[in-house]
Each structure stands twice: as structure tokens, then as C-alpha cells.
């Protein structure tokens, strides 16, 4: 495996194989292979923390230099409508040029977040959305740096049942949320 910079994240073997960036014509081996890009894809994000991925075979995760292979704007589109097929990703925009990953679904962020509210006393408790995303008591949490939409999304997922209730601020980061 390659190691790509500080960030620990290393890319697999198959990374390197030329037919790994060109889509298999035979159906089981190209199920096999988007099978593939879709962890890649969840292993890449997580290491580095994103949650938005762009249709843009620039970036390293698309276009291995080492090997002189790339995928084509067309065939991330393909694995990125697998992604959102599976739940795992939904398109950003109506143009389709960038979509949310989710490499947890919105239920595991809410349980991960109320688990961490509960573990930490802060059942009756008021947070803003920044103390809950960037403050100093999450660093060591997986939803450290969480994206905001996807953060909403899981607190909603809280408030339905009832497990906290968010209080509109000036701004998305002053947003409110009580946990019970």
C-alpha cells in the first residue's frame, strides 16, 4: 500500500492496477469493482474527513498519476448513482456535479452524537451546532468536523424521536440543541 501524505491513509493494491480505472464490461466483475470504488471511496473520505465528493477526475482519489490512469467524469457518475442507489450518497445539486457521502448513515451519526450527549452529562443540556462539530470536548469523536447539513440531519433524526430539540440561532453555527 501507498501511503499519500500524513493523513494515514493508505491506498489499497488494487489502487495500482491499471483495469481497477477502467469499468469492467463483464456485469459480476464490474459489480465486483464498484464494490470496491464504494469502499475506497468510504476509507478515502473518512481518513480525510469529507463528506462532499465533486464529479472531478482531478482529484488523487480519481486520477492515480503514479499509474498514468483516471476515470472519467462519466464513469465517477456511475459509481456515484451506486452510491446513491445503495443510501450511501445523494446528489448535492440538480446539475449532479456533487453529491454528500455518507460513509455512516444519518441514524448511525444521530446515535453516535447522542450517545457521546449522554456519555457526557448533557441530557437537559443546551449545545450550539460549533460546540457539537468543532468544540474542544469532541476532538476525539467521530463526528469531529461533521458537515453541516449531515449534523442537521442527524439532530432532526434526535428531535423525531424525541430524543432532543434544536432552537434556531443567527446562524447555522448558533443553532441550539437540548438533548433528554
Request: proline share 2%.
Amino acid at each position: 500500500m501507498n501511503n499519500i501524505n500524513s493523513d494515514s491513509f493508505e491506498w489499497p493494491f488494487y489502487y495500482n492496477k491499471p483495469p481497477f480505472f477502467t469499468l469492467q464490461p463483464v456485469l459480476i466483475t464490474r459489480q465486483t469493482q464498484i464494490q470496491m470504488w464504494r469502499e475506497l471511496i468510504f476509507s478515502y473520505c473518512k481518513a480525510k474527513n469529507m463528506h462532499k465528493l465533486d464529479v472531478d477526475n482531478s482529484i488523487e482519489l480519481f486520477n492515480n498519476e503514479e499509474i498514468d490512469r483516471k476515470l472519467s467524469n462519466d464513469q465517477i457518475k456511475i459509481i456515484f448513482d451506486d452510491l446513491i442507489r445503495t443510501n450511501n450518497a445523494e446528489w448535492t445539486t440538480k446539475t449532479q456535479n456533487q453529491i454528500n457521502i455518507f460513509w455512516k448513515t444519518i441514524n448511525e451519526w444521530a446515535n453516535l452524537i447522542y450517545t457521546w450527549a449522554c456519555n457526557n452529562g448533557l441530557n437537559n443540556s443546551v449545545c450550539t451546532l460549533y460546540e457539537i462539530r468543532e468544540g474542544d470536548y469532541v476532538q476525539d469523536e467521530e463526528f469531529y468536523g461533521l458537515d453541516n447539513d449531515i449534523l442537521v440531519r442527524a439532530l432532526k433524526v434526535l428531535e423525531n424521536e424525541r430524543k432532543a430539540q434544536m432552537f434556531t440561532g443567527n446562524d447555522i453555527d448558533s443553532i441550539g440543541v437540548k438533548f433528554f
